[in-house]
């Protein structure tokens, strides 16, 4: 099991089209979820790709990003995948260690698949806003510090 992180620019074509690979299977194929996975957000400057892999094929990723807003910069986390064969390995909550440990104290956000809230509490995640629906799955903003 190899722990990798890079920008867009950093990533080779294979790379690449193996995270997106990944992203579409669970989040399009396997959770019956037709939207544009690719949202144009992967190229950004300031994203960062983090990823476990094996045998160079990715098993469990996240997307870091970062958005202004009034109160500044604001990290946001997304795209949390883990392929079917390594759940229940840790690797989710290992990549969110990685992620927020590069963020230090700076507030971070994402919208939670409602499900997996207590996960993210688990890492000092609160909910800051309703539930919704997108594309059909129940999601809760959360946000750290």
């Known amino acids: 099991m190899i722990f990798r992180t890079a920008s867009f620019q950093d990533l080779d074509a294979a790379a690449l089209y193996a995270l997106l690979k990944l992203r579409v299977d669970v989040f399009v194929v396997e959770q019956e979820c037709p939207y544009p996975e690719l949202d144009g957000r992967d190229t950004e400057p300031g994203a960062r790709h983090l990823w476990y892999e094996v045998d160079r094929k990715p098993v469990a990723y996240l997307r870091l990003l970062t958005d202004d807003t009034p109160e500044g910069t604001v990290y ?61 799955i129940p999601h809760i903003p959360m946000r750290r510090g």
């Open 76 to 136: 946001r986390i997304g795209r949390v995948v883990t392929a079917p064969e390594a759940r229940g390995d840790g690797l989710a909550g290992q990549l969110l260690t990685a992620a927020l440990a590069v963020v230090g104290d700076a507030p971070v956000v994402l919208d939670a698949q409602a499900h997996l809230a207590k996960f993210y509490a688990k890492y000092g995640f609160a909910p800051s806003g309703p539930e919704f629906l997108e594309d059909g």
